[in-house]
């Protein structure tokens, strides 16, 4: 089978660090070397062709590959597909549906051109990270359940060595890692910290990540370390009191994840797709609540016994994932959709 993938979420930049590029390349290393006689060639219509793309319907994404059984979009955007040549859309949240100015003016534009509701119900089948995802698809796009599948991401990256001579924070520190942008409610964080502080807690609120709210930030009195590499990012996770995750929507969440893959224990808003991954094994809090945060991070401090348990429950939870089983319920995928 050969499959044009596309692959505009690898250009290099920032946005290699996102969720999208973090999940297309962990599938693409599990399918080449689970299925070594398929070929995935991934294709770049570059910006001006994308523009060219959403408006005029040229050039298509297959045509830019070299006679492709089936075309893999990882994710929502703007395209066009020769009719007639099968597509499999992968969808990881509608957030972008459910709060638009959340995002920054070309972003918006990006997901207007994409027209997503679109998309997936041209395609031939649309795969979703979680179930949370797949009945926000369905509802939203008005899509037939028969086609819509959940086919869960594996525990965002592995975990390595734990690197010397990183940054030190004697007192601890909770962690946020990803974009500092509206959706991730990096503001309540900052405010559940300061609270926390005024009652007694002495670790440090860092975060590793940039975005469009760090200049809200600065002054804050948190830790902004801006875009780390992947093996400080490691350090950072390992030496974590706890990672915190409190958005207000998240698809599939790999941050927590990744931390429990370290035995670092999580807190996370409590929204549906946390059910899905980690149940009972991650401290839960109403979205944008401080106090609440207040409250969890004081008990992640203090309660050192509940910290090391709710951590060996999260690695316990995250080893159910697989990027192997991700890989193949997605190539059985293409290849119905090829077939």
Not at 12 to 33: D, F, I, N, S, W
Not at 97 to 104: I, S
Request: some cysteine; overall charge negative.
């Amino acid at each position: 089978m050969r499959v044009a993938v596309d692959g505009r979420a690898l250009r290099p930049g920032p946005a290699r660090a996102r969720g999208v590029a973090r999940y297309l390349r962990c599938v693409l290393e599990q399918l080449t070397r689970l299925f070594p006689d398929d070929e995935y060639e991934l294709v770049d219509p570059g910006r001006v062709r994308l523009l060219s793309a959403a408006l005029t319907g040229r050039p298509r994404l297959d045509e830019l590959s070299a006679a492709p059984d089936v075309v893999w979009l990882p994710a929502p955007a703007p395209v066009a597909i020769s009719a007639g040549m099968p597509y499999v859309l992968t969808v990881h949240d509608l957030s972008f549906e459910h709060r638009p100015l959340d995002y920054a003016a070309y972003d918006r534009l990006w997901h207007r051109l994409a027209r997503p509701g679109r998309l997936a119900r041209r395609a031939d089948l649309v795969l979703c990270v979680s179930d949370a995802t797949r009945e926000a698809a369905i509802r939203a796009w008005h899509l037939h359940s028969h086609r819509v599948r959940t086919v869960l991401s594996g525990p965002g990256g592995a975990a390595g060595g734990r690197t010397t001579g990183t940054r030190e924070f004697p007192d601890g520190y909770f962690l946020a890692v990803g974009a500092l942008e509206p959706r991730k409610l990096p503001s309540a964080l900052v405010a559940g910290h300061r609270r926390a502080r005024a009652n007694g807690l002495r670790a440090e609120l860092v975060f590793a990540g940039d975005g469009p709210l760090r200049d809200k930030l600065e002054g804050s009195g948190a830790i902004l370390l801006g875009h780390v590499s992947d093996e400080e990012l490691d350090a950072l996770y390992s030496g974590a009191l706890a990672v915190a995750c409190v958005s207000r929507d998240e698809g599939f969440g790999f941050t927590p994840l990744e931390a429990a893959a370290r035995g670092t224990p999580s807190i996370v808003a409590d929204l549906p797709v946390f059910d899905e991954t980690f149940g009972d094994a991650a401290l839960r809090v109403p979205v944008g609540d401080p106090g609440a945060l207040a409250a969890a991070l004081l008990r992640l401090e203090q309660e050192p016994d509940f910290r090391d348990q709710l951590g060996e429950d999260a690695r316990a939870a995250v080893e159910q994932l697989s990027w192997e089983r991700t890989a193949r319920e997605t190539r059985a995928a293409l290849l119905e959709a090829a077939s």
